[in-house]
């Protein structure tokens, strides 16, 4: 079993930052793939981010050059960092470890992006 802890969402004023943590602990293979999703009220689960445990980074267009995903593999822990936020990226933040037969997620962290 794999539990994921997700940390450091909040409230932030457009063009601020902000820095997700997500945790995983449990039974965890070496080569595994950790991400970042998010879901808007109404919207459909989208991409965020994702990062291989060797580095190798993906990012969909609408935050490519904001964001940023980093790991700590002796950590098992993955991070966001989230630059020049807009109001439309208000949403759920969900991370995700997942690996051959194997896809866990978080609970889940709110982040608003509002004056």
């Known amino acids: 079993q794999v539990h994921m802890v997700e940390s450091g969402g909040g409230l932030v004023q457009p063009g601020g930052s902000l820095r997700l943590s997500c945790a995983a602990s449990?039974?965890?293979?070496?080569?595994?793939?950790m991400g970042w999703y998010r879901q808007a009220p109404g919207k459909q689960r989208e991409l965020v981010a994702t990062?291989?445990?060797?580095?190798?980074?993906n990012y969909p267009n609408y935050v490519k050059g904001r964001f940023a995903i980093s790991r700590d593999n002796a950590k098992n822990t993955v991070y966001l960092q989230m630059n020049s936020l807009k109001p439309e990226d208000t949403a759920v933040y969900y991370c995700?470890?997942?690996?051959?037969?194997?896809?866990?997620w978080g609970q889940g962290t709110q982040v608003t992006v509002s004056s």
């Open positions: 990062i291989t445990s060797g580095g190798s980074t």
């Open positions: 995700r470890i997942s690996w051959y037969k194997s896809d866990y």
């Open positions: 449990g039974s965890i293979v070496s080569i595994n793939i």
